[in-house]
């Protein structure tokens, strides 16, 4: 006797509830907030390599920080948008944005949010 192994008795996965805080537009800013703060310490090292030796990579450093730090500017005004941040909590975003190693903090703090470890102040 052939048994297909498409049968009704299979259980279907279960299903993962995502609280409604964990917007996709945080998600984003989330991820893109390392690499862009990595790129730009990196950039910031081709910058005095440039300086100090024959080594020049700062025109490719340059344009992946540059594509890097548009994502984050495109992805942080959606989450702004969808999550109806004050605009404390924006600007501080924002400002980590161009700071070096701010990415990094941002990161942090986005993931915390998605976790629901910390209560965000929304815009009345």
């Known amino acids: 006797m052939l ?8 259980q279907s996965p279960p299903r993962i509830e995502v609280p409604i805080v964990n917007s996709s537009a945080v998600h984003r800013l989330r991820l893109v907030s ?20 024959d080594f020049n990579a700062v025109p490719v450093m340059g344009m992946v920080h540059g594509i890097l730090f548009i994502l984050y500017v ?3 005004i959606m989450a702004w948008q969808t999550q ?15 700071l070096p190693g701010g990415g990094f903090v ?19």
Do not use: Q, Y
């Open 3 to 10: 048994v297909s192994r498409f049968t009704s008795d299979l």
């Open 34 to 53: 390392g690499p862009e703060g990595v790129s730009f310490l990196l950039l910031l090292l081709c910058s005095v390599l440039k300086r100090t030796t």
């Open 74 to 76: 495109v992805f942080w």
């Open 84 to 98: 109806k941040w004050d605009v404390k909590r924006g600007a501080l975003l924002f400002i980590l944005s161009v």
């Open 106 to 124: 941002a990161e942090r703090m986005l993931a915390k949010e998605e976790r629901g470890e910390v209560a965000v102040p929304a815009a009345a």
